[in-house]
C-alpha cells in the first residue's frame, strides 16, 4: 500500500482550483514561497541542476525551482492539485518542467540516485510514515546531492500558533489543514535523516507576524523549520 492518507489528500483536492490564487487559502504559500526558494538556491545552486519536488500539490515551488534550474519533476499523488499544476506549467510555458502522479517510494524504486537536488515542504506532516518518505528521498539524490525538508514542530507553542493561531483566529489555513499529533520535531526528522544516511547542513525556523503580515527566515525552530541535508559523494 502506498504511504498515503486517502482523507488528506481528498482534503487538498477540494481546493485544487484555488492554488494559485494569492489571496486564497494558499497565501501563506505564496508569501512563504521565496523565502524557501532562495534559502535552496544559496545552499543547492539550482542552476543546471536536476530537481525533483515531493508533494508538490499545484506546483509553487516547482514553478519557481524550474525558473531557475536545468529541469524539475513535481510527484503529488493528488490528482486534482497535479491537473492545476500541469495547466498552470503549460500557461507559463515552463518547458523544463513535468509532473507525475506517483508514490516518492516507488519513484526512488524506479530511479534511484537521479537528482541533483530533492524538495520536500509541508508534506511530511500529511503522511502516515514521514521516515519512509526521508529514506525515499535520501535513495532519489545523487551522491552528493541536496535534500531539503520543511515540516512543523511539536510542542505547545506550534499548537497554539500553527492551529489555533493559522486556522481559527487568523484564518491564514482552512480549519482542519493540520493535525497535531503528526507534526514532527527536529529532532525526530534530523534521526530519521541520519538513518537515511543524510548529514545535516542546517536548519532554518519560519517566523510570521500578524500584525505586518510578514514572514521571515530565522533561527527560531519552534513552530515553521526547514532542514537542509546532503547525500554523501
Not at 3 to 13: G, R, T
Not at 66 to 75: C, D, E, L, W
Not at 118 to 126: I, P, Q
Not at 174 to 179: A, F, L, M, N, S
Request: aromatic share 8%.
Amino acid at each position: 500500500m502506498p504511504n498515503v492518507d486517502a482523507q488528506e489528500l481528498h482534503k487538498f483536492s477540494e481546493l485544487a482550483h484555488r492554488w494559485w490564487d494569492p489571496n486564497s487559502e494558499f497565501r501563506p504559500l505564496h508569501q512563504i514561497n521565496p523565502l524557501r526558494l532562495d534559502w535552496i538556491d544559496q545552499l543547492a545552486v539550482l542552476r543546471g541542476k536536476a530537481v525533483l519536488d515531493v508533494g508538490c500539490g499545484g506546483g509553487i515551488l516547482a514553478e519557481s525551482m524550474a525558473k531557475r534550474a536545468r529541469h524539475v519533476t513535481g510527484i503529488d499523488l493528488a490528482a486534482k492539485p497535479l491537473g492545476v499544476a500541469r495547466l498552470h506549467a503549460l500557461e507559463s510555458g515552463l518547458s523544463n518542467l513535468d509532473y507525475r502522479e506517483v508514490a516518492t517510494e516507488a519513484l526512488a524504486e524506479e530511479s534511484p540516485a537521479a537528482f541533483d537536488v530533492v524538495t520536500c515542504m509541508e508534506m511530511l506532516e500529511h503522511v502516515p510514515d514521514p521516515s519512509s518518505v526521508v529514506r525515499a528521498c535520501t535513495t532519489l539524490a545523487k551522491p552528493g546531492g541536496w535534500v531539503f525538508f520543511s515540516t512543523l514542530n511539536r510542542n505547545p507553542k506550534s499548537f497554539l500558533f500553527a492551529i489555533v493561531g493559522a486556522e481559527y483566529v487568523l484564518r491564514l489555513l482552512p480549519r482542519g489543514t493540520h493535525e497535531y499529533a503528526r507534526f514532527i520535531r527536529p529532532s525526530e526528522l534530523a534521526r530519521w535523516a541520519r538513518d537515511a544516511g543524510l548529514s545535516l547542513q542546517g536548519t532554518k525556523g519560519m517566523e510570521y507576524n500578524p500584525l505586518s503580515q510578514r514572514y521571515w527566515l530565522s533561527e527560531d525552530t519552534s513552530v515553521n523549520y526547514l532542514v537542509a541535508c546532503r547525500k554523501p559523494a
